[in-house]
């Protein structure tokens, strides 16, 4: 009986952690997805400093 315990318990702790792992790696992803958008409004306003205004007219 207290092997039927010792795996259960274990199996527990395995889905703790899984759960943790889970977790911090879509801390991660998140992290970085707002690094990406940073970078982009970055460049978009760097792109907007150098070029003049640029005018398009649709006929």
Known sequence: MSETISREKS??????????MVGKSNERAEHLH????????ML??????????KKTFII
């Open 11 to 20: 199996l527990e702790i395995l889905l703790e952690r899984l759960i943790m």
């Open 44 to 53: 978009l306003e760097e792109a907007s400093k150098d070029t003049p205004e």
């Open 34 to 41: 707002e690094r990406v958008l940073q970078l982009e409004r």
